[in-house]
């Protein structure tokens, strides 16, 4: 069974920086694609970023580029999403996600509903 944990959340002041990590179990996390999504109270989910299955290529929400950045350490089966720069705007809940991945292939967020697996969430909270 799949199953993915998200951990790293919390209150941190506007500038500041936090690591999200989404430990997976019962799957080979070299074979999916992992995204990260977020959802903040009455708007709707948005995709973050993504990583290949492979690892190689990336995708960022324009919202967050420059400041958050996405890896994967499949030995330890577990993709991180390292926040700098936090904003106000940031406040949500965090979700990782996966999906099969395709050799070779650039990772996409949308549309979410292809990732058919999902962790429960961390809150992350910018605020001073």
């Known amino acids: 069974q799949l199953q993915l944990v998200e951990s790293g959340g919390g209150l941190v002041q506007p500038g500041g920086s936090l690591r999200l990590s989404c430990a997976v179990s019962?799957?080979?996390?070299?074979?999916?694609?992992i995204g990260w999504f977020r959802q903040a109270p009455g708007k709707e989910r948005e995709g973050v970023s993504c990583i290949s299955s492979s690892g190689g290529r990336t995708n960022y929400a324009d919202s967050v580029k420059g400041r958050f950045a996405i890896s994967r350490d499949n030995a330890k089966s577990t993709v991180y999403l390292q926040m700098s720069s936090l904003e106000a705007e940031d406040t949500a809940v965090y979700y990782c996600a996966a999906k099969i991945g395709r050799p070779f292939s650039v990772c996409v967020l949308e549309p979410s509903t292809d990732f058919g697996s999902w962790g429960q969430g961390t809150q992350v909270t910018v605020s001073s």
């Open positions: 019962g799957f080979t996390l070299g074979d999916y694609v």
